[in-house]
């Protein structure tokens, strides 16, 4: 088993790649960086792959394979080292991450051959893909919350990719803060964790954890709470309300970034944490409840906003955004292995949609505004075609990947009971009212962007396919689109649902009559709602259709009448806005005025100077005793003389100075 | 009040009062002699405790030898009455309280540690002259050779030091 | 007999004495011979605590003060001479060279 013995070597060929680009790479020109970039992913992703099908080998009692590298924090009774963990789910998060990755990898070859800084992009490409494996093999939570610092360190990087523009900077920033205030969550989590339980290792927590029952720790107890904090850190990186303010800001980097980071791999890290706690979080039904319905109102908050937007990655960001509300959904009914499916799904197709719109905005010489593009479908032939599937795929059309993914959500969302009894139905509505909005604003996106009229000047703008090494990626993802589905399929006639099963051994479900009465229920009702998902995906296309291509006109009548929603929308309900006043200037008031006035130089200096100019002062003063003068001398003698006598009889000299009072 | 005690105040009157007329004389030759008359009275205090030989040595080498050594030089340099500069600042009213507290401080410390110090018993019946030498000849021989050095060093330094400049 | 407090109160009052002849006086002979009486005032000590001790020691001291006393005495007047020739005055506020 020599890849599952050395595990190390996945994330490790990243990371090397990422130091010799960093170190050596200003000089080489592209084809050596590319070779070291790219290959080393490569490599890394066979490696993966060798290492999944040496998995598939292993008896079941070895399944979670843990290997410890080495210690890195040994204090008392708590180890926390550098272990990497194998079991189903990190097969599957191992090969969206380095898969995606690699496809991604590739298409940069091409997108960003003119740029200056090639070499750059690609050691903190590797670099993120080094933090992303780490974080999904990980075997504690200390090293996962390395990687997960590694990512978002590696996003800011990357979003500020061109930092000499303010706006690309301030977005980095944007992110990284963003970011750490849900950090701040999740360590505190860990800390709670680690507290109740004295290990953070997966296997031994989990292990304890298992045998509380669901109620154990109470409504609010110690595991709602860690699990909150964990969810918190989680809606920090995965940009679920209120911390996702900073998805939007960062399609500042380039596209290749916001289709790997922000799309496939970087912002699903949360739904992994939240999946793979999933025995903590089976215990304490009110974090559940939380995670189920902040998730359906990002996704349903999300699409609307995205309804709106007319630059072509901003609608992306805000889809990305209401896919992931709906995984949060998923894993808060409990719907774990629905929700890392519609992972792997929007994985795949989230991506192809982002590069396409990379392709889009390489064919348009750098534009990226919907309302100067239009009737590129003639120009751009496969650009189009792959851009059509990944619609297809994320509206939810059957038989594409996204249409399984969320009609399993769907359905578990539906037979939700967590909350009341009929919970879980007012969480189906908003999620179908959602993937009505998304099927709109996708196919939206798709009328606007390739039929209609030109809204572009001719001569200005040479639109051009793009070269084979974007394209192929693109053909690539879209197979996967079309077919990554099909592992659920046949749940639909009585068959069972491969990609559940496979994960079954990782979300055990607490006692076994309540899955069976649970399946027996779900199979009579998957099929009616599959039927109504693809009824309202089908009715958001075509309202779509009419608005954008039957009657162009009708959008700006309808955001004239409607002008007080269309601009609150366009303005995202004006959140930015609000953080800005409400937590940004009290912080930068307080910083300023208290922190740097106050403190800093009123009393760190003042202290500082202070004793300076003391220390001056009383030098001032002792430099008069030197005065040159010997009757001053001879005074001086006898004070001394005074002192002594004073310090040697001092027992004598207290009843002297008493009386003297 | 026993003759010893008059004897007493009287010699103390004395060597206060001189060395008042020490300080208030303006004229240094007067200081001089002022201070003869306090070293004469001290050394009838002596008598009055019966250090006879000390007593001797006081009026033969401080009255005999130093103060005519002050006098000698005080006429050598011609010394007149002293100018009144005040260039000090902390030798005026300031000096005089430190001097009164220093002399307050002395004075109360040792006079109220009575417990370790009685009241002098007979005099004159032990400090004999045959006594003492033989403690400086046995006991303290080799501090008294060193002062006999230490003289002699004295001599040397003050001829070399008060030698009148060679003429070239 | 006479106490010996007395006579340290009279060795203290004539130091303090000296010590104000030390302070007050300007003519460096005379600062010279404050310094004489503080020496005798100390002898007077000296002497009353042997006596009530009855062991001769603070006289065999006393002997040593003197012959010191007598040695720094010539030394130091020598070095008065070599003064007043330099500065023309015996006026010890005159000597000050370290003054700024």
């Given at each position: 088993m020599p890849i599952l013995e050395h595990l190390w070597i996945i994330p490790l060929l990243p990371l090397l790649g990422a130091t010799v680009n960093g170190l050596f790479g200003r000089t080489w020109p592209n084809k050596i960086v590319n070779s070291v970039a790219v290959g080393a992913t490569g490599l890394s992703f066979l490696a993966a792959l060798e290492a999944v099908r040496e998995f598939f080998l292993l008896?079941?009692?070895?399944?979670p394979w843990v290997r410890q590298y080495f210690s890195w924090i040994e204090a008392g009774n708590f180890r926390a080292g550098f272990d990497l963990q194998v079991d189903q789910l990190t097969v599957v998060m191992l090969l969206v991450v380095t898969g995606v990755g690699w496809l991604i990898h590739i298409y940069s070859m091409g997108y960003m051959a003119h740029e200056g800084g090639y070499y750059r992009f690609f050691a903190y490409l590797n670099l993120f893909m080094f933090f992303m494996l780490i974080l999904v093999m990980a075997a504690n939570y200390v090293l996962l919350f390395v990687g997960w610092e590694g990512v978002g360190l590696a996003s800011y990087l990357l979003i500020g990719f061109y930092f000499l523009r303010k706006s690309a900077a301030d977005a980095g920033k944007k992110a990284f803060i963003v970011n750490r205030i849900g950090d701040f969550g999740f360590m505190l989590g860990m800390f709670l964790l680690f507290r109740t339980f004295g290990t953070l290792d997966f296997v031994k927590l989990f292990d304890t954890a298992t045998p509380l029952s669901a109620e154990a720790m109470g409504h609010l107890g110690t595991l709602t709470v860690a699990c909150l904090l964990l969810f918190m850190g989680a809606a920090g990186k995965s940009a679920q309300i209120p911390l996702y303010v900073w998805l939007p800001d960062a399609m500042e980097g380039p596209t290749p970034v916001s289709a790997l980071i922000h799309a496939a791999t970087m912002v699903t890290a949360g739904v992994y944490v939240v999946a793979r706690s999933h025995v903590l979080f089976m215990r304490a039904p009110t974090a559940m409840l939380v995670v189920a319905v902040v998730g359906c109102a990002t996704a349903l908050f999300a699409a609307t906003i995205g309804l709106v937007q007319t630059d072509i990655k901003k609608v992306l960001a805000y889809s990305t955004v209401s896919q992931l509300g709906y995984m949060f959904l998923a894993c808060g009914v409990g719907a774990f292995s629905a929700g890392i499916f519609h992972l792997m799904t929007h994985a795949f197709f989230k991506a192809l949609l982002f590069l396409a719109a990379g392709s889009v905005i390489h064919a348009m010489g750098g534009e990226q505004d919907l309302l100067h593009m239009g009737g590129l479908s003639k120009k751009i032939k496969w650009t189009f075609r792959t851009m059509f599937v990944g619609t297809l795929a994320i509206a939810g059309i059957p038989p594409l990947a996204g249409f399984f993914s969320k009609d399993s959500i769907l359905l578990s969302a539906y037979q939700s009971e967590n909350?009341?009894?009929?919970a879980g139905h007012i969480l189906y509505v908003a999620g179908l009212l959602t993937a009505l909005l998304t099927s709109f604003y996708m196919f939206r996106l798709i009328f606007l962007t390739f039929f209609g009229k030109e809204r572009y000047d001719e001569h200005h703008v040479h639109v051009h396919e793009s070269p084979k090494s974007m394209l192929v990626p693109l053909a690539i993802l879209a197979v996967l689109s079309i077919v990554g589905g099909w592992l659920a399929a046949p749940a639909f006639w009585g068959k069972p649902d491969y990609f559940a099963k496979f994960l079954e051994p990782v979300f055990a479900a607490p006692t076994g009559s309540e899955a069976g009465t649970a399946e027996a229920v779900a199979h009579a009702l998957e099929t009616p709602l599959a039927i109504v998902a693809v009824i309202i995906a089908t009715l958001g296309g075509l309202a779509a259709w009419w608005l954008y291509l039957k009657q162009p006109d009708k959008p700006d009548a309808l955001a004239k009448s409607f002008s007080g929603v269309y601009r609150t929308l366009l303005h995202k309900y004006y959140v930015d806005e609000f953080y800005n006043a409400a937590i940004v200037r009290p912080l930068l008031w307080l910083s300023t005025n208290v922190f740097w006035k106050t403190v800093d130089v009123s009393i760190i200096d003042g202290a500082v100077n202070g004793i300076a100019e003391g220390i001056t002062v009383v030098g001032d003063g002792t430099r008069r005793t030197q005065s040159g003068n010997t009757r001053s001398y001879a005074v001086w003698v006898v004070v001394g003389a005074i002192v002594i006598v004073a310090v040697i009889f001092w027992p004598h000299v207290r009843p002297v100075l008493g009386v003297a009072r | 009040m026993t003759a010893p005690l008059i004897i007493f105040f009287v010699l103390a009157t004395l060597a206060v009062g001189g060395a008042l007329s020490l300080i208030f004389q303006k004229h240094p030759i007067h200081s001089a002699l002022s201070l003869i008359v306090v070293m004469v009275a001290l050394a009838g205090l002596y008598l009055l405790m019966g250090a006879e030989f000390v007593a001797a040595v006081q009026i033969i080498v401080y009255g005999g030898a130093i103060m005519v050594l002050f006098v000698f030089v005080i006429m050598l340099l011609n010394a007149g009455i002293e100018e009144h500069t005040n260039f000090s600042k902390l030798a005026g009213f300031p000096g005089l309280l430190l001097a009164f507290a220093l002399t307050g401080f002395i004075a109360a410390t040792i006079a109220r540690s009575t417990d370790t110090v009685q009241a002098a018993s007979q005099p004159g019946n032990m400090a004999s002259t045959r006594d003492l030498s033989t403690m400086i000849f046995k006991d303290f021989v080799y501090p008294f050779e060193l002062t006999s050095f230490l003289i002699l060093v004295a001599v040397l330094g003050a001829i070399v030091l008060a030698q009148r400049e060679a003429k070239p | 007999m006479i106490p010996t407090n007395y006579y340290i109160v009279l060795s203290a009052i004539l130091f303090g004495l000296g010590v104000l002849a030390f302070i007050f006086k300007r003519n460096i002979i005379s600062i010279f011979m404050s310094i004489e009486l503080m020496l005798n005032a100390v002898n007077l000590a000296f002497v009353a605590f042997s006596q009530a001790m009855h062991k001769l020691d603070g006289q065999v001291f006393v002997l040593f003060v003197i012959v010191v006393a007598a040695a720094e005495a010539a030394v130091g007047l020598a070095i008065i001479i070599l003064t007043a020739r330099n500065r023309q005055s015996l006026n010890v506020e005159r000597v000050d060279l370290l003054k700024l």
């Open positions: 008896s079941p009692e070895q399944i909350g009341g009894p009929n | - | -």
